[in-house]
């Protein structure tokens, strides 16, 4: 079984930064792509950024210049530097790993969510 464990959600200041972690556990051979996505109270789940595993990135136009994507492949963990946060980044932020192989079977996975809240 696959697990997604995030961190590093918290309470911030407009103007401040925080970064999340994203660990995905148990037995895979190999991760395609993995990214995060924000869920705000009465809003649909959006696209925040994702990256592939050869460090292809793609963000969402509200974040970008501000957050950054990265991946350590051997850990198989995403992280997400967030700056310049703006109370209208609040949300639950979720972690996804997409086509996650182990053996023949690929399947992705989301992680429980971390709370973000940015005050003004």
């Known amino acids: 079984q696959v697990q997604l464990v995030e961190s590093g959600g918290g309470l911030v200041q407009a103007g401040g930064s925080l970064r999340l972690s994203c660990a995905a556990s148990g037995t895979i051979d190999s991760i395609n792509a993995m990214g995060w996505y924000r869920q705000a109270p009465g809003k649909p789940r959006e696209l925040v950024a994702t990256i592939t595993s050869g460090g292809i990135t793609n963000y969402a136009d509200s974040v970008k210049g501000r957050f950054t994507i990265s991946r350590d492949n051997a850990k198989n963990t995403v992280y997400l530097q967030m700056n310049s946060l703006k109370p209208g980044d609040t949300a639950v932020y979720y972690c996804?790993?997409?086509?996650?192989?182990?053996?023949?079977?690929?399947?992705?996975?989301w992680g429980q969510g971390t709370q973000v809240t940015v005050s003004s």
């Open positions: 996804n790993a997409d086509g996650v192989r182990r053996g023949w079977i690929s399947k992705d996975y």
